[in-house]
């Protein structure tokens, strides 16, 4: 519209136009629109779609585990000093609380009643459900009140108790559930093994050698409750891990045949074949009686009787297979140098060239403080339990360990499971 020979601007248009230039606005064209909208999507889906199940992208993750270390070093600088050692001295307590709500199927009831329920309703059905010596209710309501605090439970309206984002994990149909881990970790039996760790700094002793005279699997062998709750609790650990280490090492694809050595139940194998749905075959290889299990532990699973298992001893001779991908997870920690070389080369001496073997595992000074720190935790649960000569290793020690026994090109692969991939390849022509 013409006013007076001036063109008329409505109000809007005159606001707008004094924050964006004239020259400015008439350089934006609706392409320039659509392509910034475009772009903007692709990278917000980029952060945020998660490859298989709740895996964060590495966007992501690395985002999370800087948030996470500031807010760890914030809190260090902000809780008080003599805070920080009352707490750390009763940590274990916490660790208890834990384990006493587990052991008592307290996730498991809420989770299947669908409804927060109070200290005198839990103790009803627990006791209905253990049929075992009635609990002292004021001592569970204590337990319960302290996990509240614990962010195990959270306590709902009128007194009543409910499960939490991190008791989730604690019910035994999750699909990554981690109760079987807790009960192992966090159980009497653990208890009994960190304490003996005082004895250990002095004879150099793993925390099992110095309770039961013997190291774990020898005892394994003896106590079949024992190795129940130990398998189990290894297996959640696995099935937590696996599909961080499966996406975060895409070369799986192009194996035909992978041989899991020491591959325990065969519970990391039968994720990495379910991932690739029938394009893989797979080998378990592992001590006799773990081999008598895994045939019972695989033959549940779909498509798990479709797994060879092959029964032997790694420190004394390798099978000749059809292998083309070697793993050993979770395996080198175990043994010594010496043992851990010789094998690697019994190892050696059934690939072929071309092959690759992957020593999937926590290597030290890899990841973030609060990766580091997690690791420190492990390398003490390691002193508890596992062999006394175990040992989390660097990078470069592996690497030098694979280099020995005749395996050469090593390189790393990062896992957003706090594991690594160390890929290497034999010298042989
Ligand atoms: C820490 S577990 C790791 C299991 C599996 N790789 C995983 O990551 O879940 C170590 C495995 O090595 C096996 N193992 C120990 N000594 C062995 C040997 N001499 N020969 C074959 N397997 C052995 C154990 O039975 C056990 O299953």
Redo the contacts with the bound molecule.
């Keep these: 519209m013409i006013a007076n020979g001036k063109p008329k601007v409505n109000v809007e248009g005159g606001k707008l136009a004094k924050k964006f230039p004239k020259n400015i606005l008439s350089k934006i064209k609706t392409w320039h629109i659509f392509l910034s909208l475009g772009l903007f999507s692709v990278v917000l889906g980029y952060i945020s779609v998660a490859p298989p199940t709740d895996l964060p992208s590495w966007p992501l993750y690395r985002l999370n585990s800087k948030v996470w270390q500031s807010f760890e070093n914030w809190g260090k600088h902000v809780k008080p000093y003599h805070i920080r050692v009352m707490t750390t001295a009763v940590q274990h307590l916490e660790s208890r609380a834990l384990y006493m709500i587990t052991y008592l199927n307290v996730p498991d009831i809420l989770h299947r009643v669908e409804k927060p329920l109070s200290c005198e309703e839990l103790k009803e059905l627990v006791d209905q459900e253990s049929g075992l010596e009635p609990i002292s209710l004021p001592f569970l309501c204590r337990i319960l009140h302290a996990a509240s605090h614990f962010d195990i439970l959270q306590e709902a309206h009128e007194h009543k108790y409910d499960l939490t984002p991190l008791s989730q994990y604690l019910v035994a149909s999750h699909p990554r559930s981690l109760k079987h881990y807790v009960l192992l970790y966090a159980g009497d039996e653990s208890l009994v093994i960190s304490t003996a760790l005082s004895r250990s700094l002095y004879s150099g002793l793993s925390g099992f050698k110095e309770t039961y005279r013997k190291e774990l699997?020898p005892q394994l062998k003896e106590d079949p409750v024992f190795r129940e709750i130990y398998d189990r609790g290894?297996g959640d650990s696995?099935r937590l891990h696996a599909p961080a280490i499966i996406a975060d090492y895409p070369p799986f694809s192009s194996c035909k045949h992978i041989c899991?050595i020491?591959?325990?139940m065969g519970?990391?194998l039968h994720e990495v074949l379910t991932y690739y749905a029938h394009g893989i075959e797979g080998t378990n290889f592992?001590?006799p009686d773990?081999i008598t299990n895994a045939k019972g532990f695989l033959k549940g699973k779909a498509d798990g009787a479709k797994i060879n298992l092959i029964a032997?001893?790694?420190?004394k001779q390798l099978p000749k297979t059809s292998c083309d991908c070697f793993i050993l997870?979770?395996?080198l920690q175990?043994w010594s140098d010496e043992d851990a070389a010789l094998i690697l080369s019994n190892l050696y001496g059934v690939v072929n060239k071309g092959n690759r073997v992957l020593v999937i595992e926590t290597i030290l000074h890899t990841g973030s403080f609060s990766e580091e720190r997690l690791k420190s935790l492990m390398d003490l649960t390691m002193m508890a339990f596992n062999p006394s000569h175990s040992r989390l290793r660097t990078e470069e020690e592996i690497y030098f360990l694979l280099e020995q026994s005749g395996f050469v090109e090593a390189q790393t692969y990062p896992t957003r499971a706090g594991y690594s991939i160390v890929e290497a390849f034999p010298t042989k022509s």
Excluded at 312 to 315: E, M, Y
């Design positions: 699997l290894l696995s899991d020491g591959g325990g519970s990391f592992d001590l773990v032997g001893n790694f420190t997870k979770d395996i175990n």
